[in-house]
């Protein structure tokens, strides 16, 4: 699957973006994803995460670079047919109509013409929501929620998965819940997890994180490489240390307050 | 090719003028859609010739036993075919023109009653009499009420003009404007309908303006069922100032000059003793 | 499971069809018609059904439609100010004699308000690209606003009878329909349901949001667009046909989400002939409540589908709240 392919699969390269009446927010990006990674994109709020995921997903043009998916040009792939290699994940899920988790799994199907790989049953399956098949999503919690649109995202064989703060407004059960559920479809499937997070805790259970502020780049690497003293400072504008613990877990050590 | 010429025109005369006696066949099945032509039908004695009504029809008092088939602007089409009607008479002034146009797609024979005004009355009465073959009657009718038009224009020559206001509701207060049958009566009269200058026929008039017209002589029209007595102290006391008010000048008078009808005449004289 | 249902479903509106051409107010039997029985189902049973059946179709489709698009369950064809467009239209159309097409000049004019206003609405609704679902509510509901005004202003400084004419046709009059203008009009509508048909995979994707429809691989503005365009061409056609019937937008799709399930491949199509079967419905019980009399069906479907509607919003599972 795509962990045997050691390039980049989604490059941004250079990438310049700022929305209309604002002033510049993304400016020269370059970075790089490859396949089977697990990375996490921790900033704080208005940092620019999901503006850098949009434009990694092409629902925003840069303004200048250039998104290369599979060393293409994104803005060259047909709508279907980048669908079937890129999914985006909005951080709010708006459903409010009456579907069923098999109908809203099912629309996975959509970019293709011919049946896809993996049947809706066996989707619904990997992510625990088979016996409520056919429960309207309105009935169901917001942690179930997301995973029958991580279900969706399964038939529809996307290679990356690009995700706007899933965790938000998650108990930490469902939390660990969630990130287990996409460390399991990395291990099988190979597919590639960029996560945007603003919970410094979160990210340091990720291999790779990326710490962004005011839309560039403070540092790629190992939580425990890139999250220094001085670099939460400068992306959170707080005083916080990070010492390691048992199991090669940081906690922070000082009280809070 | 004179001969041709003559022969043709022979023919297409005689053609015309066939199409012309057209109700040759008497009709005996005729539905009325509008409560002013049912009247006159009454009138002419074909009463007993009428099959169907609109359920507006309440004059004369056998109307109201016929059988109904709708209302004035919404008369059912399935109720007048199924009567199966020989003739059906309709009013520009009330009935959809749609109505006229599906009747004789479908082979309904129909007259249409164009006339609006006072003196188109006695016409549209020989018409419509022609057309269900009482031409006798309708002309004496017809001459009736031509004559009773002349006699009140001949005794009116020498009265002074008066200002005069008709009142058909008074809350909301509806004046009889420009267009009706009232307004030709009160011009037949002599007299000056202050409400003339409104744009449509039953305006809702604005009570100050007509304080200002200062009418002198105030009719108040019946109303369905009501006391038009007791419902219109409201407006009369608003009107208190006007010179009719004052002098009481102000008369309850019929309904008979709401329809271009056989009552016209009687409504006229009505007014006419009022003024006196 | 669901094929008995929709079997029951299509078969139910079958009965209501046949019904509303044999019954009120008075039974005809096909199999024993006298000359004027055949008459009356011909010419005038026949061609009033229909428009009922078009135009019930029209509106319980563009109905569905627009709920998707604009992800708003209230959302319903008129309260975009079509309906008011038209009727100004219509009463402008009747009040000004405008005859260049004959007799049909009141619905042709009606047609080219009720397009001119989904214009309008798209134009407001337009900005960097796209049309947004509630910049498109919020255009539609102050157009209706303002052309109601002006239709009001209009019907205050007109004659009676071109008042009375107006006020008639807004009320839905569907007494006089004929054939005329049955076939421009069913164009339109099969055009526009047609491109509803296929474009179904898209509404759904909408339903989810703009992101998901992105993600699942849609030309997101694109397709709303085409939707928008598909719903006010029906829309337009149907208040051509018979005036301004309201309720059944708003309602039909509320219905069959219950029975069938919200997946716009089912929704739309079953809208529509729910839509065309209440419309018929209706038209039967208007005229034969109280025969002569006709009661306007657009009053008949505000009086069933209002309270009706009132009754839906107390089940928690139609709107998700």
Same mark, same amino acid.
């Given at each position: 699957?795509? *962990? ?8 941004? +390269? ?13 400016? +020269? ?66 459903? *409010? ?27 619904? +399956?990997?992510?625990?929501?088979? +016996? ?8 169901? *919690? ?116 | ?276 | ?26 039974? %005809? ?49 008129? %309260?975009?100010? %079509? ?50 679902? /509630? ?25 009676? /009878? ?48 703009? /992101? ?13 667009? %085409? ?95």
């Amino acid at each position: 699957m795509f *962990s045997a392919y050691s390039g980049p699969i989604l490059e941004l +390269d250079r990438v310049s973006f700022r929305y209309p009446g604002a002033g510049r927010i993304i400016d +020269d990006l370059t970075f790089a994803i490859g396949g089977g990674e697990f990375i996490g994109l921790l900033g704080a709020n208005g940092s620019g995460k999901s503006t850098i995921l949009k434009l990694a997903a092409g629902m925003v043009r840069p303004d200048r670079g250039i998104v290369k998916l599979w060393d293409r040009p994104l803005a060259a792939y047909r709508n279907k047919d980048r669908a079937k290699l890129l999914c985006y994940f909005p951080q709010h899920l708006d459903v *409010s109509v009456p579907f069923t988790v098999r109908e809203i799994v099912g629309m996975g199907m959509y970019p293709y013409d011919i049946p896809p790989a993996m049947a809706v049953d066996e989707a619904m +399956d990997t992510v625990g929501l088979l +016996d409520k098949a056919d429960v309207y999503v309105t009935n169901l *919690s917001g942690g179930e929620r997301r995973r029958v649109f991580i279900a969706m995202t399964l038939i529809q064989g996307a290679g990356i998965l690009l995700l706007d703060e899933p965790l938000a407004n998650l108990d930490i059960r469902y939390q660990i819940e969630f990130l287990r559920l996409l460390r399991r479809l990395q291990e099988q499937k190979g597919i590639s997890v960029v996560m945007a997070l603003h919970d410094i805790n979160v990210a340091l259970q990720f291999e790779k994180v990326m710490v962004i502020k005011n839309g560039a780049v403070l540092g790629i690497g190992a939580p425990e490489a890139v999250l220094t003293g001085p670099m939460i400072r400068d992306a959170f504008d707080v005083s916080i240390e990070l010492r390691k613990a048992e199991h090669g877990m940081y906690i922070t050590h000082e009280k809070w307050f | 090719m004179k001969k041709l010429f003559i022969i043709l025109s022979l023919v297409v005369g005689m053609s015309y003028s066939v199409s012309a006696a057209e109700p040759a066949l008497l009709p005996t099945r005729i539905i009325s859609l509008s409560p002013a032509t049912t009247e006159i039908l009454f009138a002419l004695g074909a009463g007993d010739r009428i099959i169907g009504v609109t359920s507006f029809c309440d004059h004369p008092e056998e109307a109201k036993k016929k059988q109904k088939i709708g209302g004035l602007s919404n008369p059912s089409l399935e109720a007048i075919v199924a009567l199966k009607p020989d003739l059906v008479v309709m009013t520009t002034d009330g009935n959809p023109q749609e109505v006229d146009e599906r009747l004789r797609t479908m082979g309904l024979r129909t007259y249409v009653w164009t006339a609006r005004k006072l003196a188109e009355l006695p016409d549209g009465i020989r018409g419509l009499a022609t057309a269900i073959g009482a031409s006798a009657q309708g002309e004496r009718m017809a001459g009736e009420i031509e004559k009773s038009i002349n006699r009140t224009r001949y005794k009116v020559q020498s009265t002074k003009k008066m200002n005069v206001l008709y009142i058909v509701w008074p809350e909301p207060l509806l004046v009889a404007g420009p267009g009706t049958a009232i307004d030709d009566a009160i011009r037949l009269l002599g007299h000056v309908n202050v409400s003339a200058k409104a744009k449509t026929s039953y305006p809702r008039y604005s009570i100050e303006e007509l304080i200002r017209e200062a009418p002198e002589v105030v009719f108040i029209g019946k109303g369905s069922g009501m006391d038009m007595q007791a419902v219109s102290q409201g407006i009369l006391k608003k009107l208190a100032t006007v010179p009719a008010v004052r002098n009481n000048k102000v008369c309850y008078v019929s309904d008979s000059l709401y329809r271009l009808g056989p009552r016209v005449v009687q409504g006229i004289e009505e007014l006419a003793a009022c003024i006196k | 499971m669901h094929k008995v249902r929709i079997t029951l479903f299509l078969l139910m509106a079958a009965a209501i069809l046949v019904l509303a051409l044999i019954a009120g107010p008075r039974m %005809i039997n096909p199999l024993a018609m006298s000359a004027t029985e055949r008459e009356i189902l011909l010419s005038i049973r026949l061609p009033r059904v229909a428009v009922a059946l078009l135009m019930g179709m029209a509106l319980g489709a563009s109905g569905a439609i627009l709920q998707g698009v604009l992800r708003n369950p209230l959302a319903d064809p008129y %309260i975009l100010g %079509i309906s008011s467009g038209a009727s100004l239209a219509a009463a402008l159309g009747l009040l000004s004699g405008f005859y260049v097409f004959g007799r049909s000049s009141v619905p042709v004019s009606a047609f080219i308000g009720a397009s001119l206003v989904s214009v309008l609405v798209g134009a407001f609704g337009w900005k960097r690209g796209g049309l947004w679902p /509630e910049r498109l509510l919020l255009a539609g509901i102050g157009l209706n606003f303002l052309f109601s005004a002006v239709l009001m202003l209009l019907m205050s400084l007109s004659s009676d /009878e071109g008042l009375r004419r107006a006020v008639l046709w807004m009320f839905g009059d569907l007494s006089m329909a004929d054939w005329t203008l049955i076939p421009s009009a069913s164009i339109f509508i099969v055009i526009g349901l047609g491109i509803a048909l296929f474009r179904s995979k898209a509404l759904n994707a909408l339903i989810l949001g703009d /992101e998901f429809a992105y993600s699942l691989g849609f030309a997101v503005q694109r397709e709303r667009l %085409i939707l928008f365009a598909a719903m006010a061409l029906m829309t337009s056609a149907s208040v051509s046909l018979g005036g301004t019937i309201g309720f059944i937008g708003l309602l039909m799709p509320h219905i069959v989400r219950l029975l069938l399930g919200a997946d716009s491949r089912l929704l739309v199509p079953a809208s529509a002939i729910a839509g065309g079967a209440f419309l018929c419905f209706a038209d039967l019980v208007g005229r034969s409540l109280m025969p002569p009399l006709e009661l306007p069906s657009g009053t008949v479907t505000a009086v069933i589908g209002a309270p009706y509607f009132l009754y839906l919003l107390r089940k928690k599972d139609v709107l998700g709240v």
